[in-house]
């Protein structure tokens, strides 16, 4: 069956970087996005960007632009999610789901991410 | 970027009452809408694509309308299992979600 397995907890400092993967498997890797989405303490579901892993190329949420990039290693059926220059409203949970470009079909556990001095 | 205003926030209904959340897109985004039930601890879950069509094996309780810039969810009698936050998410131009709308048994 689909399954999306993501990394661990993570705790940041204000300014740094945080890289979070996501391990695809019980599917082509290569046939569905994968799309990045996060929720902040008591808010909604916030869109980040979408990655394409046949072609290896990324979309991103105007929002992110210039802070974000996603990656993928093609081998371990892995994509990256790396967010830099974190601040504190960056604080949030953070999972990638799979699924048509327009769709979020299969979703990962989720990674908390805390940014905090 | 497009953006999805959601409303109600939060809505408290009785078991079998009938259930109307609104979404509406800042542009025309014909029927590039999912509506997702998301409950504590679960992956949010598609109910209805393209606006209007239910997701296999979900009830008929649920549905959906609309077109250009103006959608609704229906849920025609609510249900103790309903219990969770909806989101209308449009892909007529990227992706974006609406705000939510928490819904609880009054």
């Known amino acids: 069956q689909v399954q999306l397995v993501q990394s661990g907890a993570e705790v940041k400092k204000p300014g740094a970087s945080v890289k979070i993967s996501c391990k695809a498997s019980?599917?082509?890797?290569?046939?569905?996005?994968i799309h990045w989405v996060r929720q902040a303490p008591g808010q909604g579901l916030e869109w980040m960007g979408i990655?394409?892993?046949?072609?290896?190329?990324?979309t991103y949420a105007q929002k992110f632009k210039g802070r974000v990039a996603m990656t993928r290693d093609t081998s371990t059926t892995t994509v990256n999610l790396e967010l830099s220059s974190l601040r504190y409203d960056d604080t949030a949970f953070y999972y990638c789901?799979?699924?048509?470009?327009?769709?979020?079909?299969?979703w990962g556990q989720g990674t908390p991410v805390t940014v905090s001095s | 970027d497009i953006q999805m205003t959601q409303s109600p926030s939060s809505l408290s209904a009785s078991v079998g009452d009938r259930v109307t959340i609104t979404c509406q897109a800042t542009?025309?985004?014909?029927?590039?809408v999912n509506w997702y039930q998301h409950k504590p601890g679960k992956a949010p879950k598609v109910l209805i694509y393209?606006?209007?069509n239910l997701e296999t094996g979900v009830p008929s309780r649920f549905s959906g309308t609309g077109s250009g810039s103006d959608f609704t969810f229906t849920i025609s009698s609510l249900q103790p299992e309903d219990v969770a936050t909806y989101y209308c998410q449009q892909y007529g131009d990227l992706v974006t979600f609406g705000g939510g709308t928490r819904v609880e048994i009054k």
């Open positions: 393209d606006a209007s």
């Open positions: 019980g599917y082509s890797f290569t046939s569905f996005y």
């Open positions: 789901a799979t699924g048509y470009f327009g769709s979020c079909y299969h």
């Open positions: 542009q025309d985004i014909r029927n590039s």
């Open positions: 990655f394409n892993p046949g072609r290896g190329n990324a």
